[in-house]
């Protein structure tokens, strides 16, 4: 199993007034694949930013995040993904066509990779 871990991960976004402001702070822990992890916490403190550093859609500021011990740059081969608390579904899609979205910007060309990847609607 992946192993995934975190070592002094920073995070810095800049505050509307352009300010820096610091979201994640000498974050270190691991997870051992195979593991059920949740991440409990006020609105505002991290949660989504630290969910995204780990799939690799934002960078870090500082620190590390590393997937099998490689950093989460060298793994793009990784399926990551996690779901979201609030729905985000495209209402005039279909479930097929919802299910297939993530597919379709994984290629940039809108179809299906050839890797058998399927989905099936009812």
């Given at each position: 199993?992946v192993?995934?871990?975190?070592?002094?991960?920073?995070?810095?976004?800049?505050?509307?007034?352009?300010?820096?402001?610091?979201?994640?702070?000498?974050?270190?822990?691991?997870?051992?694949?195979?593991?059920?992890?949740?991440?409990?916490?006020?609105?505002?403190?991290?949660?989504?930013?630290?969910?995204?550093?780990?799939?690799?859609?934002?960078?870090?500021?500082?620190g590390?995040?590393?997937?099998?011990?490689?950093?989460?740059?060298?793994?793009?081969?990784?399926?990551?993904?996690?779901?979201?608390?609030?729905?985000?579904?495209?209402?005039?899609?279909?479930?097929r066509?919802?299910?297939?979205?993530?597919?379709?910007?994984?290629?940039g060309?809108g179809?299906?990779?050839?890797?058998?990847?399927?989905?099936?609607?009812?």
């Amino acid at each position: 199993m992946v192993k995934i871990t975190v070592e002094n991960l920073r995070k810095v976004h800049q505050a509307p007034d352009g300010a820096p402001l610091e979201v994640i702070r000498d974050l270190s822990f691991e997870l051992e694949g195979g593991t059920f992890t949740s991440i409990l916490g006020p609105s505002g403190c991290g949660k989504s930013t630290l969910l995204n550093l780990i799939a690799g859609l934002d960078d870090e500021t500082g620190g590390r995040v590393l997937i099998g011990g490689k950093p989460i740059r060298e793994n793009r081969t990784l399926d990551i993904g996690f779901v979201f608390q609030e729905p985000r579904l495209l209402n005039w899609r279909t479930v097929r066509r919802n299910v297939l979205l993530p597919l379709e910007g994984a290629n940039g060309n809108g179809r299906r990779p050839k890797s058998g990847c399927a989905a099936r609607s009812s």
